[in-house]
Each structure stands twice: as structure tokens, then as C-alpha cells.
Nanobody, 119 residues
Framework: QVQLVESGGGLVQAGGSLRLSCAAS????????MGWFRQAPGKEREFVAA????????SYSDSMKGRITISRDKTKDTVYLEMNNLQPEDTAIYYC????????????WGQGTQVTVSS
């Protein structure tokens, strides 16, 4: 199993930036890719970004593309999500997740970190 712990959330004004971190532990060598998702109050959880451990290939949601950058540090088993020009609609709990292959769902999830953007 893979254990995931997010950090870096908080309160920020509109137009501000935050960097979220997700530290992985356990069977990290089995992990193929890491993803960030978010869930706003009353809404479904949605995909934000993903990155593969090996080649660093990235994918982004259309809603946040251009304002976010996902990266990984293999030496630290940590994935980051840099978010810029945050808006109130970005307020949500942000979760990181791990998948074992491109054919597997994201099976392992962290507890989430709250991001609140004030107007």
C-alpha cells in the first residue's frame, strides 16, 4: 500500500498562489503516477492534474490549465502542485492520489488539504 499525506493548503486572497505537497510512503515503488483532485462543497470530486513517476509526463484539467504546475521529486517521493492566480471558485479540499499503472484507477488517497480563496 501507499500512504499519502498532503500539506500546504490554507487561506489566500484572490490572485494569490499556493504550493501543495503530497508526501508518499510505503510501497512507492509500485506507484506509476500521482494525481491531484479537488472537491468543492456540494460538488463532485474532479481531476486537477497528474504526473508519472518515471518519465514525468503531465496532464491537466482544462479548468485550471495555465494556472497550475504539477511536479515530482523522486528523491523525496513527493509530488507538488503549484497554483497561481487562485480564484474563489478554486476553494475546495485538494486530495492527492496514487495509481499503480495507467490502466488502474487511483486507488490510494490522502486525507486532503483545504484551500480557501477569499474575494
Amino acid at each position: 500500500q501507499v500512504q499519502l499525506v498532503e500539506s500546504g493548503g490554507g487561506l489566500v486572497q484572490a490572485g494569490g498562489s499556493l504550493r501543495l505537497s503530497c508526501a508518499a510512503s510505503g510501497r512507492t515503488f509500485d506507484s506509476y503516477a500521482m494525481g491531484w483532485f479537488r472537491q468543492a462543497p456540494g460538488k463532485e470530486r474532479e481531476f486537477v492534474a497528474a504526473v508519472t513517476w518515471s518519465g514525468g509526463s503531465t496532464s491537466y484539467s482544462d479548468s485550471m490549465k495555465g494556472r497550475i504546475t504539477i511536479s515530482r521529486d523522486k528523491t523525496k517521493d513527493t509530488v507538488y502542485l503549484e497554483m497561481n492566480n487562485l480564484q474563489p471558485e478554486d476553494t475546495a479540499i485538494y486530495y492527492c492520489a496514487s495509481r499503480d499503472s495507467e490502466h488502474d484507477p487511483f486507488d490510494y488517497w490522502g486525507q486532503g488539504t483545504q484551500v480557501t480563496v477569499s474575494s
